[in-house]
């Protein structure tokens, strides 16, 4: 069966406006997205969508071993979530579909295609792969491989941020396939009940692993899944940055006031297959290639274009650092060393009472 047609996107917004009529003056406003947010946009997206090429072409070539999930045309649910954080106290959790937004949180990306490659460099010292990246200094927890375990851990982490006063929110990501879990209903209740600082968030890409949305369940909107918590909740055009950040600014000013969690379903698409082992027979090329012409790189490319925000020759030159600085993260992977197998012992709980293997982190 078919995913939703891409002109129906519209609709989403419509929708979204009238679960999101509850905008509150208290809100701070959101920043101002401008030229250069607009530049910034370009040069990041560009760059998540050639990271995970390279990362594709690599797979190939046995470089990057076991699963691999790729990004491709989910990149503006990742950029409008970073204009409206703060960095600074804010920290994301998410599934396995994991390596640019550590990039995006400020993680350098050589140390994440390290990590990829099984490098003692990696972020992880090559112990955690494609599907464990994780960064507590830049406040990206991860990087889970099963399927929704995520959510309770996000509902944790906004519990801790609610307990010790931070005022940080945790932005805790799932696919559509992980909103059938059961574990997602208790986090919801528990959530609401504690008023917790979370936002909710499925990327529902059509298709979990393989299977539509259409044959999951008796109904294919998920956020409303969050009426039943009487959680403010709604659908978001995933495939626009600008109707992104707006959606994720009122959920993060919501949940900062201490009012609570909010879900938001953000309706996106992935061009590549699950992993890249997926032979994706459940959809045609075609319906690919419709869902290209409301490419998220390209629509903000075009407002460049139309608002002579940068010259071809300024946007040539952020392709060209886009390619050199994936080269650099190539070159910095393929001739990193792996660990010594001492590191297996080392990562390992340390115990007193069993002196029989030496640590040495």
Not at 123 to 131: A, F, I, V
Not at 211 to 239: I, Q
Not at 279 to 285: E, G, N, P, T, V
């Amino acid at each position: 069966m078919s995913y939703f047609c891409y002109s129906q996107f519209y609709n989403y917004n419509i929708l979204a406006k009238k679960q999101f009529k509850q905008k509150d003056s208290r809100n701070k406003k959101m920043k101002k997205i401008t030229k250069e947010i607009y530049l910034q946009w370009y040069e990041d997206m560009q760059f998540w969508r050639k990271f995970e090429d390279k990362l594709a072409a690599v797979y190939i070539q046995q470089k990057v071993r076991g699963f691999l999930h790729l990004y491709n045309g989910q990149e503006a649910v990742l950029a409008g979530a970073i204009h409206a954080m703060d960095l600074s106290k804010d920290k994301m959790i998410t599934a396995y579909r994991n390596h640019v937004q550590p990039i995006a949180m400020g993680v350098d990306p050589k140390k994440v295609m390290a990590e990829l490659y099984g490098k003692v460099t990696g972020t992880s010292k090559g112990m955690g792969g494609s599907m464990h990246i994780f960064s507590k200094e830049h406040g990206f927890f991860g990087g889970h491989g099963i399927v929704g375990a995520q959510i309770p851990v996000g509902a944790g982490m906004a519990f801790a941020d609610k307990y010790f006063n931070t005022g940080g929110v945790t932005l805790t990501y799932f696919g559509d396939g992980a909103a059938r879990q059961g574990s997602l209903h208790e986090a919801f209740n528990m959530a609401m009940l504690w008023k917790l600082p979370v936002v909710f968030i499925c990327e529902n890409n059509g298709y979990a692993m393989g299977t539509s949305v259409e044959r999951t369940a008796n109904h294919t909107d998920v956020w409303k899944l969050g009426l039943g918590y009487e959680m403010p909740c709604g659908p978001v055009d995933g495939m626009n940055p600008v109707k992104v950040a707006e959606a994720m600014h009122e959920a993060i000013e919501r949940a900062r006031r201490g009012d609570g969690p909010t879900f938001l379903e953000m309706k996106t698409y992935r061009y590549r297959g699950h992993s890249m082992s997926d032979a994706q027979l459940y959809r045609s090329k075609d319906e690919v290639e419709e869902y290209k012409k409301i490419d998220p790189i390209t629509q903000v490319l075009d407002i460049i274009k139309e608002n002579n925000y940068a010259t071809e020759a300024e946007i040539e030159a952020i392709d060209e650092r886009v390619k050199h600085l994936v080269e650099e993260c190539e070159k910095f992977a393929d001739e990193s060393p792996y660990p010594e197998i001492q590191q297996m012992y080392d990562v390992v709980y340390d115990q007193e009472n069993y002196p029989f293997i030496s640590h040495k982190l």
